[in-house]
């Protein structure tokens, strides 16, 4: 079983241009990470990052665009399928990731678990459109080889992280899952449960989600994770409101990564780790109220930033002051 008991960690995108940096700054944290840079690339952005080999798509670097054509993905799926029976197909190219390597070679010993991170199928099929514009995940077929090809690039990744640490996972990001409970998606919440819960299966070491968003928590409380990532600092007030899913979640042993520290500019002006610590005590109380005691809360809880934010103006100040209030709630939440 996974510990909780107030380690700290994060999402994986940070917004640095210089590697060291950001390298440094993931390796704060009690489970380090390897931090994807799209600001030092547009191959680091997470959707191009694992683009590379999937039959239909184009990267466009110059005008930071992915695109997808079934004419193309008609081409080029037999050479896939050939060539998609070696794992190394399903590598991490080193022009989109420029910190993997180095997160491979730092000694990690020290550390209790790290992780990597991939782009979630849903948020990857939603994004990326076909020549009408429309999101790929609508084709049955195209969507098949989607979950196939995340997994395959999943275990790849899994298994260059187990060569350095005896407990790593690799957990999927997806922004996009709450668009899915959207009256206008054309991908139905039943079929998506069953798949997703089909796809996590497959996964090897622990399964876990990160989303900065408010889908229906259900979904995912329910979809056999072992880690579930949320923004508590805009959504926490929701997620505790699910109190039979949560309860069963945590009893069954699942983590519950709180991202109650803000990473926009404005909303680090006027928190400090005291009135965080009380913030995510104050969302602990009500599920004290329902019955799960502080013991368990604290035994099963990480905590992170609340999003990896890359839109601040002020560089990389405030996500690096947000990871320095992260380690300080870690530390008055164990005091306590």
């Known amino acids: 079983m996974l510990s909780g008991q107030a380690l700290t960690t994060a999402m994986g995108i940070l917004p640095h241009t210089n590697l060291p940096d950001a390298q440094k700054l993931a390796l704060s944290l009690d489970i380090p990470f390897w931090p994807q840079l799209p600001h030092f690339r547009f191959k680091e952005d997470m959707y191009a990052q694992f683009a590379e080999h999937f039959p239909g798509m184009s990267i466009d670097e110059a005008n930071k665009r992915l695109s997808f054509s079934h004419q193309r993905f008609a081409q080029e799926l037999d050479e896939y399928l050939e060539q998609g029976v070696t794992l190394e197909y399903f590598a991490l190219d080193r022009d989109s990731s420029a910190a993997f390597n180095g997160f491979l070679s730092t000694d990690l010993s020290a550390y209790p678990m790290i992780h990597g991170q991939t782009v979630g199928p849903i948020s990857f099929g939603l994004k990326i459109c076909d020549e009408e514009l ?51 998606s054309a991908y139905t919440y039943e079929v998506a449960l069953v798949e997703y819960r089909t796809f ?76 965080l610590t009380d913030r995510l005590l104050q969302l602990w ?52």
Request: glycine share 6%; aromatic share 12%.
């Open 285 to 336: 109380k009500f599920l004290n109220q329902q019955g799960l005691d502080d013991g368990l809360l604290f035994d099963r809880s990480w905590l992170a930033p609340s999003r990896c934010c890359l839109i601040n103006g002020d560089g990389t100040a405030s996500i690096e002051r947000s990871f320095r209030l992260l380690r300080e709630v870690s530390k008055n939440l164990r005091t306590r």
């Open 200 to 275: 996590l299966s497959k996964l090897p070491g622990p399964k876990g989600v990160h989303l900065c968003g408010n889908p229906d928590w259900s979904f995912l409380l329910d979809a056999k994770l072992d880690i579930l990532s949320v923004d508590a600092f805009s959504w926490g007030h929701i997620l505790v409101r699910y109190v039979d899913e949560v309860k069963e979640f945590l009893r069954n042993g699942g983590i519950i990564s709180w991202g109650i520290i803000p990473t926009l500019t404005s909303e680090l002006c006027s928190e400090t780790a005291d009135s």
């Open 134 to 184: 429309k999101p790929m995940i609508y084709n049955d077929f195209v969507r098949e080889i989607l979950y196939e090809f995340l997994h395959q690039k999943i275990t790849w990744q899994y298994n260059q992280l187990k060569r350095v640490h005896p407990n790593p996972f690799v957990w999927l990001d997806e922004p996009g899952l709450e668009m899915i409970f959207n009256s206008l």
